[in-house]
């Protein structure tokens, strides 16, 4: 595994390889605030 990381400075490339772990984690602080949100309305 001594993969050298590629220097790319394609944003998109960034994206494509980052959206698998941010957009988990953003859905589940989506669902977790709008729970508290709903709970502290209540």
């Given at each position: 595994?001594?993969?050298?990381?590629?220097?790319?400075?394609?944003?998109?490339?960034n994206?494509?390889?980052?959206?698998?772990?941010?957009?988990?984690?953003?859905?589940?602080?989506?669902?977790?605030?709008?729970?508290f949100?709903?709970?502290f309305?209540a």
């Open positions: 595994m001594s993969h050298e990381p590629q220097q790319s400075s394609d944003p998109i490339e994206i494509v390889h980052t959206a698998p772990v941010v957009i988990p984690v953003l859905g589940g602080l989506m669902i977790f605030l709008l729970a949100i709903a709970v309305m």
